[in-house]
């Protein structure tokens, strides 16, 4: 079984910007629900998608949010 997560942030340093070390509001109320303190730290785009990979996640659509998150998206996808 494929499994498809859509919406992927990898834990970098950009995607986490409004997220780490201070959660924006809206984000801490749902990190204070499902009790997700654990994973708001930062790691590499490598370690983002081989997290991904160990949970069984086979695609992920990744979240760029503006022409900004898409220009550096599509920087490190040419690096690979």
Do not use: Q
């Not at 498809?4 to 749902?30: A, M």
């Amino acid at each position: 079984m494929e499994i498809l997560d859509f919406r992927v942030r990898p834990r970098t340093e950009w995607y986490y910007k409004d997220l780490y070390p201070t959660p924006i509001p809206e984000f801490r109320r749902y990190v204070e629900i499902y009790h997700a303190h654990h994973l708001i730290s930062l790691k590499s785009f490598e370690d983002s998608i081989a997290d991904m990979r160990a949970a069984g996640v086979t695609k992920g659509v990744i979240f760029a949010g503006d022409a900004a998150g898409n220009n550096r998206l599509a920087a490190f996808v040419e690096c690979l």
